[in-house]
């Protein structure tokens, strides 16, 4: 199985901050970021909030104690839980590799425009 980091072109950057991140899939999948750090499960929340999680811990290296207090005090199980789906997703689903690829590319520009 390929890394699902691995579709993911840019290094670590301390341009790009973790609410940059928020921003950016709450855009991406239109949700308002008080819906990423609340508690709703619904399948687009969800998806969108494990996505954002996993984007932090490849993007920033943040531990995920630091991820789960930045999205609403969750534990770090809860974090580690949903890297780890969004990279068994990124293995078997095109449309998740896709996506990762169109928000990489979305937070290379915000990391830019913060220089």
């Known amino acids: 199985m390929a890394d699902a980091y691995a579709l993911l072109t840019s ?3 301390p341009r790009l901050s973790i609410v940059d991140i928020r921003e ?3 855009w ?3 949700v308002s970021g ?3 750090l609340g508690r709703d499960r619904s399948r687009t929340i969800a998806l969108a909030r494990h996505v954002a999680m996993y984007l932090a811990r490849k993007r920033l290296e943040y531990s995920f104690p630091e991820i789960g207090r930045a999205f609403g005090r969750r534990d770090h199980t809860t974090v580690l839980s949903a890297v780890r789906r969004i990279e ?3 293995d078997t689903r095109e449309s998740i590799r896709g996506m990762l690829q169109q ?5 290379s520009e915000v990391e830019a425009s913060n220089g």
């Open 11 to 13: 290094a670590v950057s």
């Open 24 to 26: 950016t899939v709450s």
């Open 28 to 30: 991406y999948f239109r």
């Open 34 to 36: 008080m819906e990423l």
């Open 88 to 90: 068994r997703l990124a």
């Open 103 to 107: 928000l990489d590319a979305r937070l």
